[in-house]
């Protein structure tokens, strides 16, 4: 007598809607996650044409010289500051030149950390944002936010950013 082997079926799963549900799910997660924005500086690149750039002398006394040394250490014409040290600095620096002749140079070492930098460049930018918002406060009666597209424009004529960037020398 022989015997027959039983073939045992095995239920399987139905897997039609896993595809559906696993793209669900990164789809909610992605909408509804959070993701880092990159932080970013705002600055007009020089021109690509050597003919439309213009080299203008400026004095001595129309330059404020910021330096972040290898330590991250913060320095204004050569004294050691704050960022708000820096950032009322450079206000004043600003607010008492009455051309658009006026340069802040910005120096930084190689191994500057980028936090460090960004920081700097906050304090520079925290200082314009304030002598603009007094400017449309006392010559507009309203926030700079408010003003027309016109009035940004004299503002920002007044107070124009003038940074010039460069690397320090390796000591």
């Known amino acids: 007598m022989r015997f027959r082997r039983r073939h045992k079926d ?22 509804t996650s959070s993701m880092d924005s990159d932080k970013g500086l705002g ?15 400026v004095n001595r006394s129309d330059v404020l010289q910021i ?19 820096l950032q009322q600095q450079v206000e004043s620096f600003v607010a008492s030149r009455q051309t658009d002749r006026y340069i802040i140079a910005v120096q930084t070492a190689r191994t500057t950390t980028y936090d460090a930098y960004f920081e700097m460049q906050n ?7 304030e002598l603009r ?3 449309a406060q006392q010559k507009y009666g309203r926030p700079f936010s ?9 503002i920002r004529q007044r107070y124009p950013q003038r940074i010039s960037e460069g690397m320090g020398s390796e000591e």
């Not at 600055?43 to 002398?57: F, H, N, S, Y």
């Not at 972040?68 to 708000?84: A, H, K, N, Y």
């Not at 520079?124 to 944002?129: D, E, H, I, P, T």
């Open 10 to 31: 095995f239920p399987e799963l139905n897997t039609t809607s896993t595809a559906d549900i696993s793209f669900m799910l990164l789809v909610f997660f992605l909408v």
């Open 43 to 57: 600055r007009k690149l020089a021109p690509i044409d050597e003919q439309q750039q213009e080299q203008v002398d």
């Open 67 to 85: 330096r972040l040394d290898e330590r991250d250490s913060l320095f204004c014409d050569d004294q050691p500051v704050t960022l708000t040290q």
């Open 123 to 129: 304090a520079v930018v925290a200082a314009y944002r």
């Open 133 to 135: 918002e007094k400017m």
């Open 146 to 154: 408010q003003c027309t597209e016109a009035e940004r424009d004299i």
